[in-house]
């Protein structure tokens, strides 16, 4: 059996076997195809996905079987990303750069999973209104069998104009979860964009945003990746805001990790070739944005934060949400980190970045920048106190212990460790302090009311910082023993509808261990015990009061009354969801869910979309591609 020979403007397959089997594949026209096998028997035998291609590449596609073998990894690691025979590739060289000459096309690529229909809309719109001609829109909803939820994003899509380049996908069910639908998006583009843009389905584009892209493509034309920082636009809780935000204004906009930045996902803008001679995207880590970063450097791909404010997102609804979208980031980036040292690809090749072969100090010099830039940024929400945190509690059970079974032990001496415990709770709190001190917040003095933040501001994003302490320390650890964890989509809707229900929630999310830890220690050395220590008193008492604090700062964020705040955004989101879900229902057959596909059509039928949704009455379809490493459960 040959393998399919992929270019960038042609899909061929040839194929001396005729097993059937149902698997989705992509057609010359960027449309997903469904191929049936008896194991994916229908109600409908002879439904079919009508596929609309875009208006420049209509020809049609003679569908023909495929083995079972292409329909995995191959498809597209080695088919559309096939860097052995396919012409994209051959004209993709490390060192190739975007000349002044050369158009630079943009393709958005949205994707999206169980999203309010409404929210993603917006984003949408926003793309639109800055978008060049020749710009493209893609959305692929993936992971999601709802209906209700997808549908009207999908007549949304199809009731645009065909010159705004909207193109929409539906895939119930897609191996490695991000990185796998951003690999199916690379194979679905259209091969004539330069850079591919990504874009969070709450993320709309400011006016100004086209522009800062290609006047930073133009300023960078070596670099393979643009990331522009992340920002927020919910009108309260400011010191979640701030918290946030010191990653972009303090840690990625220092000079040096500036010009080795890695992505942060949503508006990284990437350049398409760069991206298929890495191989695509990495499903090896939850946090495929810092992963592909990292290769990318290791390719000898140069990199720049911009630090310009060209979109706005939402911030997590709930505190369980932002402490689970917390924890997301500290597990993957720690994957990323548990294998930096074990692939050599992984230290960056200077090659490129140094021309001079005598140069061997200075080729040096940048592997280990270039690493200690990884370090800092991939190590942001990270801190290494949780073998202190283990120390103290074992430290504890080993004086309770002796104690209550009146042990012949020098009581006294046990204490010893918990000096060197809260040593390190020192250090770490005073370089957590400094760095939020040095925090002059530019990016916020972009925006029309930015200000320079006060004393109290930085000392309150500060606090919020300190409700993940333990998160920092212990969420992560897993990591070393091989652990995975799934990818957890931050949920942009949570309807939490009484004052006491909010609090109750808010309770449970926040992490208690070391508050309970200080507690306990500061009853065991209190001038009320045998075991008094006024420095080990003075130091339990002072993290109890500042886990307060912090937990009484967060609480503020998330009150209530913030809550109502975004109930309200919400629950307007949600009625037009199901205000355009019911309307799309309405009008047609409900027979037609059994179909293996559906394909809705443009009001313009010469110049149709490609709105294409797969789907299996019997089970979630896989998609094409499957990553080896991915992150699967």
């Known amino acids: 059996m040959k393998e399919a020979d992929v270019n960038a403007n042609q899909y061929v397959v040839t194929d001396n076997k005729t097993k059937n089997i149902n698997s989705l594949s992509l057609t010359k026209n960027n449309t997903l195809k469904i191929h049936s096998s008896p194991a994916y028997h229908l109600k409908n035998s002879k439904a079919q996905t009508e596929s609309h291609g875009r208006s420049d590449r209509s020809n049609n596609f003679e569908e023909k079987n495929l083995n079972r073998n292409i329909l995995n990894k191959t498809l597209l690691n080695k088919n559309i990303l096939n860097r052995a025979d396919s012409q994209t590739y051959k004209a993709v060289s490390k060192n190739a750069y975007v000349s002044k000459e050369t158009p630079i096309r ?4 949205l994707m999206t999973r169980a999203e309010p229909a409404a929210l993603v809309i917006e984003t949408i719109k926003s793309l639109l209104a800055i978008k060049a001609d020749d710009d493209e829109i893609l959305i692929v ?44 998006a690379l194979g679905l583009m259209d091969p004539n964009c330069s850079h591919i843009v990504v874009v969070d389905s709450d993320y709309q584009a400011l006016p100004q945003a086209r522009v800062s892209i290609a006047n930073a493509i133009e300023r960078y034309p070596s670099h393979a990746l643009l990331q522009f920082p992340q920002f927020y636009r919910d009108a309260g809780r400011v010191d979640i805001h701030s918290e946030l935000n010191h990653y972009f204004n303090h840690h990625l906009y220092r000079p040096f990790n500036r010009k080795r930045a890695l992505s942060t996902g949503t508006y990284a803008v990437i350049r398409r070739r760069a991206l298929l001679d890495l191989g695509g995207w990495s499903g090896a880590s939850i946090t495929e944005d810092a992963q592909m970063g990292v290769l990318m450097h290791g390719r000898g791909l140069r990199s720049q934060f911009v630090p310009e404010v060209i979109a706005t997102g939402l911030l997590p609804t709930t505190l369980h949400d932002l402490m689970s979208q917390r924890r997301r980031w500290i597990y993957g980036n720690m994957q990323v980190l548990n294998t930096y040292f074990s692939a050599s690809s992984n230290l960056p090749s200077t090659s490129s970045l140094v021309t001079h072969s005598s140069a061997t100090k200075k080729k040096l010099s940048e592997r280990l920048a270039y690493m200690g830039a990884h370090l800092s940024q991939l190590s942001a929400w990270v801190n290494f106190t949780g073998i202190f945190i283990v120390l103290q509690l074992l430290t504890l059970l080993i004086i309770t212990g002796a104690l209550l079974f009146s042990t012949s032990l020098n009581i006294h001496a046990l204490l010893a460790p918990l000096y060197i ?78 004052r006491k229900s909010v609090y109750a929630a808010n309770l449970m999310a926040m992490p208690k261990v070391l ?5 306990t220690t500061a009853i065991i050395v209190s001038p009320f015990s045998l075991l008094y220590s006024p420095l080990l008193f003075g130091c339990a008492v002072m993290v109890c009061l500042l886990k307060v604090w912090a937990a009484k700062v967060m609480l503020a964020n998330y009150s209530y009354e913030e809550y109502k705040v975004a109930n309200e955004r919400v629950a307007a989101e949600s009625f037009i969801t199901r205000s355009l879900s019911t309307k799309n229902l309405d009008g047609r057959s409900l027979g037609a869910r059994n179909l293996s596909a559906k394909s809705f059509v443009t009001k313009n039928s010469s110049h149709p979309h490609t709105i294409s949704i797969a789907k299996s009455e019997d089970r979630p379809l896989v998609s094409s591609f499957k990553d080896d490493n991915a992150v699967n459960f």
């Open 106 to 109: 943009l393709s958005f690529q």
């Open 141 to 184: 909803d993936n992971n999601n069998t709802q209906m209700t939820l997808y549908e009207p994003l999908a007549q949304f899509c199809a009731s645009l104009d065909a010159r705004h380049n909207v193109h929409f996908y539906h895939i119930d069910s897609v191996a490695g979860f991000k990185a796998g639908a951003l690999n199916l």
């Open 421 to 498: 415990v809260y040593a390190s709770y020192a250090i770490f709190l005073g370089r957590q302090l400094w760095a939020y001190m040095h925090d002059s917040a530019p990016l916020n003095q972009q925006t029309n009311h930015g200000a320079a933040p006060s004393l109290s501001n930085r000392l309150r994003a500060w606090a919020v910082h300190l409700n993940f302490w333990e998160l920092g320390a212990l969420s992560w650890w897993p990591v070393l023993w091989g652990q995975k964890k799934p990818f957890i989509c931050t949920p942009k809707q949570e309807l939490i509808s009484t």
């Open 515 to 519: 508050l309970m830890l200080n507690i």
